[in-house]
Nanobody, 129 residues
Framework: QVQLVESGGGLVQAGGSLRLSCAAS????????MGWFRQAPGKEREFVAA????????SYADSMKGRLTVSRDNNKSTSYLQMSSLKPEDTAVYYC??????????????????????WGRGTPVTVSS
């Protein structure tokens, strides 16, 4: 089991940048695929980015591609989500999630919330216009 804690959210002006962090408990961080999702008020949770166990494969939401970089540091048991050129429509609570992906990585699975068994509580991001 792994516990996840997000940080780094806050208020930022449109066009600004933020780096979110997701710290995981335990010593088995490198055995988990990490995903990032977001949920805006009144909307469903949507995929943002994902990164495989070693950081080789990454997946990004088409709507945010070019403005995101997902990374991980397995020595620090932490995943990062760097967001740039933020827009008011990026306002949401951002969640990190983890799963072992025992049957292997597929891009489709990495983008599906139900694939992930472990979730953090989220960190709010507000982008002002």
């Amino acid at each position: 089991q792994v516990q996840l804690v997000e940080s780094g959210g806050g208020l930022v002006q449109a066009g600004g940048s933020l780096r979110l962090s997701c710290a995981a408990s335990g010593r088995t961080f490198s055995t988990y695929v990490m995903g990032w999702f977001r949920q805006a008020p009144g909307k469903e949770r949507e995929f943002v980015a994902a990164i495989d166990w070693s950081g080789i494969r990454r997946s990004y939401a088409d709507s945010m591609k070019g403005r995101l970089t997902v990374s991980r540091d397995n020595n620090k048991s932490t995943s990062y989500l760097q967001m740039s050129s933020l827009k008011p429509e990026d306002t949401a609570v951002y969640y990190c999630a983890a799963d072992r992906f025992s049957s292997g990585w597929t891009t489709e699975k990495s983008r599906t919330p139900n694939t992930y068994n472990y979730w953090g509580r989220g960190t709010p991001v507000t982008v002002s216009s």
